[in-house]
């Protein structure tokens, strides 16, 4: 089993919906992360979580909001969606303790009509 | 603010070949720089990290190096094979305030032709 795990790995829904996007990890990670991927964008923060009690706002986070369950689980929510938020959506973990790298889920691909 | 840049932006290479691929940074104040490998529709996959107070990091085939005076780093491949063709990223983590944040390049999409 992968040890950070996205679900559900591709959506499709209209403009206004609710969605969330689930992240749970195996690693023992204190620091979880989401990021969205764009085309000739690269990859920009959303939110990143150093505990279950920090939560911090990263490069783009307007439209999103997070919820850090414990400290395996980091949730992703669009609370009304909008087509320009179409893109694949990745979570990550790290243990800056140890290292720092990053390990990311396998994405999740929203399309949002 | 960080500012990641990644040259070439696609890269077609014969099987066999060694190959250098680029990643240029704005702020040199960083606490590591990590190499990622990305499929097409699949996750990020880690491939080199190196810490701010290293040079190089060797993988099998890959070697990363870190220049951070002058805001650089290499990921050499040597002996490319068909299974080497992916989209590499580069991402700078930043020092600031206790914590870091990763500032991502666009990338190098990679084919290496059999």
């Known amino acids: 089993d992968a040890d950070v795990t996205q679900t559900p790995r591709n959506r499709i829904t209209k403009t206004g919906k609710r969605i969330m996007l689930e992240c749970s990890q195996t690693?023992?990670?204190?620091?979880m992360y989401w990021y969205r991927q764009d085309p000739g964008l690269g990859l920009r923060l959303i939110y990143y979580?150093?505990?279950?009690?920090?939560?911090n706002k990263g490069e783009i986070s307007d439209g999103y909001s997070v919820s850090r369950q414990a400290q395996a689980k980091f949730s992703l929510s669009l609370e009304s969606a909008i087509p320009n938020q179409t893109a694949l959506y990745f979570c990550?973990?790290?243990?800056?303790?140890?290292?720092?790298?990053?390990?990311f889920g396998e994405g999740s691909r929203l399309t949002v009509l | 603010k960080q500012e990641v840049t990644q040259i070439p932006a696609a890269l077609s290479v014969p099987e066999g070949e060694n190959l250098v691929l680029n990643c240029s940074f704005t702020?040199?104040?960083?606490?590591?720089l990590q190499w990622f490998r990305q499929d097409p529709g699949k996750g990020l996959t880690s491939l080199l990290l190196?810490?701010?107070?290293?040079r190089e990091q060797t993988s099998g085939r890959l070697n990363a190096s870190l220049d951070k005076s002058s805001g650089r780093s290499t990921l050499y491949i040597a002996a490319s094979q068909p299974g080497d063709s992916a989209t590499y990223l580069c991402?700078?983590?930043?020092?600031?305030?206790?914590?870091?944040?990763?500032?991502f390049g666009k990338g190098t999409k990679l084919s290496v032709i059999p």
């Open positions: 690693k023992g990670h204190d620091r």
């Open positions: 991402a700078v983590g930043g020092s600031g305030a206790g914590s870091y944040q990763l500032t």
């Open positions: 702020d040199s104040a960083i606490y590591n």
């Open positions: 979580s150093f505990d279950v009690k920090d939560i």
């Open positions: 190196i810490q701010s107070s290293q």
């Open positions: 990550a973990t790290s243990d800056p303790s140890v290292s720092g790298e990053l390990f």
